[in-house]
């Protein structure tokens, strides 16, 4: 995975494969990988799903872009990785100043992560406002219904 990671420092900065590698471990330090150089040289096979995930993330964000998009980043992994990778999605955020249009049903995340919401239906946007102000008083009845069942499920 390392190499793969390594050119994106190659190509959207220009760097040589030395340099760029020093950089991939840097990152993979940043991200909480304790044998950096193990895992640069591992396959995406052998890895976790939440390695897998924050080396994802923390991929997106080397090339510091100004928005990116994160459909369901915090899905298939246990309550712990999300925890995890929502810190890393936040830290990388306020470092580089990116904003993320998250795409995801997971309301936990919503609340601890998004600025402002949209709710979807059918394809079009049915409500939209301040987190605190959509969730805490939603105007719509399908997003009632959508925070009423994730506050049933949560129990």
């Not at 991200?31 to 150089?37: A, F, K, T």
């Not at 601890?112 to 409500?127: D, P």
């Not at 959509?134 to 009845?141: A, E, F, Q, R």
Request: charged share 25%; aromatic share 8%.
């Amino acid at each position: 995975v390392g190499r793969q990671v390594r050119e994106v420092f190659e190509n959207q900065f220009g760097v040589d494969k030395k340099s760029a590698k020093v950089k991939v471990l840097e990152l993979f330090e940043r991200i909480g990988i304790s044998e950096p150089e193990k895992v640069y040289e591992l396959y995406p096979h052998q890895l976790s799903g939440g390695l897998k995930q924050r080396i994802l993330i923390a991929m997106a964000f080397a090339s510091k872009p100004k928005l990116i998009i994160a459909d369901e980043p915090t899905s298939l992994v246990d309550a712990l990785t999300q925890i995890q990778i929502l810190d890393l999605i936040k830290s990388f955020q306020v470092e580089n100043k990116t904003s993320i249009l998250l795409i995801t049903h997971n309301f936990g995340i919503i609340s601890e992560i998004a600025n402002r919401v949209y709710v979807m239906h059918r394809g079009k946007i049915i409500e939209s406002g301040e987190t605190f102000e959509v969730l805490s008083s939603p105007k719509h009845p399908y997003t009632r219904n959508l925070i009423n069942s994730a506050k049933f499920l949560s129990f």
